[in-house]
């Protein structure tokens, strides 16, 4: 279990905080080229920013996070093709928010 596992969904108080960590987190899993939890804190991290009111970086996180769940599902889907159908539903949230159109193409 991580600290971001620890993290509370949503909290005004703690999501600088939270935010750092996801960041940090996503940090080391590039350095580790650890692809699955890289994924996966790109996502959490998209969603910090985006509770931050940093929609672009945050459209940026998720974006790269469906790269990343598409090539993992290309390997295995049974495995990360739950995780890739969350990250597409953040980002067309996102886009929508943001005012893009709303596309898979991630």
Known sequence: MSWADQLPDTSYALAEWA???TERLTL?????DDLPNLAMSL?????RLAEL???EEALQAIT???????RLADARPAAHQRELEQS??????LREDVGEPDSTDG
């Open 64 to 70: 790269e996070a469906v790269q990343v769940y598409r």
């Open 28 to 32: 080391h899993y590039r350095d580790q």
């Open 53 to 55: 009111g940093r929609r």
């Open 19 to 21: 935010n750092r960590v």
């Open 88 to 93: 597409l539903r953040v980002l067309a949230w």
């Open 43 to 47: 996502n959490n991290q998209s969603v």
